[in-house]
């Protein structure tokens, strides 16, 4: 936890960090996954112009959802410079080979942790304060899944309920910090298949993203009863691109 919180940080840390993620991290999820990309609304993401920083929001389907995801805003954005993605603290932080996937796979960008233990009531609140403050800056990127965690579940169109954590945080952020919902779908979680898929001449499912034009956190927030609201009408509209993603793929079936 110390060595991940110096790193976010310190702004020489972070930009040493965000450079390796950019050169590192980045290229090796390209190179798996770029060729089954399928993007739906890129004139939202290349429309963003926030005077802080962004946050994405999206269902949770795969391990990979938001390495994607802020892989292809860096191929078709200007907006990210740092990126943040808040994870459970269970082996990101409680198992050194979590410390040492976290550096591998995002340059301790999985930061900070959220406690669903003891430390909850305590710790939490203070990773809430951090996320807003990263959040304050232009360039800074955050990815959060409303639903918390990962939906295992036959119909991958089917959402898990909302979860307050990303309303609270909208409640805390600047005014015109931005939110960028989407849906993806068609990633796996096993790495050694999505790297063996890239090796196919059949490369496999596509891997679809839809983006919907950005929020104000002004906007989400305004006749909203509370965090959980906010959550859930966020979650809606990810929802309802997975609706339209779900028309699209029964429309070309045969």
């Known amino acids: 936890m110390r060595l991940s919180e110096t790193v976010n940080t310190h702004a020489g840390l972070k930009s040493a960090a965000s450079t390796f993620t950019y050169h590192a991290p980045r290229n090796f999820v ?17 429309s ?4 802080h920083g962004v946050i994405l929001v999206s269902n949770h ?20 410079e740092r990126l943040y993605f808040p994870v459970r603290s269970n082996f990101f932080y409680d198992n050194p080979l ?18 669903r233990d003891g430390r909850k009531a305590r710790l939490n609140p203070i990773g809430l304060q951090q996320m807003a403050f990263a959040l304050s800056e232009p360039g800074s990127v955050l990815g959060i899944h409303p639903e918390g965690a990962r939906q295992k579940g036959p119909d991958p169109y089917v959402l898990g309920p ?10 805390i952020c ?13 990633a796996g979680n096993n790495l050694l298949e999505e790297v063996r898929l890239r090796f196919r001449r059949d490369p496999g499912p596509d891997i679809r993203m839809r983006w919907s034009p950005p929020q104000r956190c002004a906007d ?10 906010i959550a859930e009408r966020l979650l809606e509209i990810v929802h309802q691109l997975g609706e339209q993603d779900r028309r699209s793929v029964a429309a070309r079936r045969p």
């Open 30 to 46: 390209s190179w798996v996954s770029r060729r089954r990309w399928k993007i739906h609304g890129l004139e939202h993401i290349q």
């Open 48 to 51: 963003v112009q926030s005077p």
């Open 61 to 80: 389907r795969s391990f990979f959802d938001m390495y994607i995801a802020a892989t292809s805003l860096f191929a078709h954005a200007s907006f990210i």
């Open 98 to 115: 979590g410390a040492v996937v976290n550096f591998v796979m995002s340059g301790y960008a999985m930061w900070p942790p959220v406690f």
């Open 162 to 171: 909302a979860r307050p954590g990303v309303g609270q945080l909208i409640e």
């Open 174 to 186: 600047h005014p015109e910090t931005v939110v960028l919902p989407f849906f993806i779908l068609g």
């Open 220 to 229: 989400l927030r305004a006749g909203a009863s509370g965090a959980q609201e």
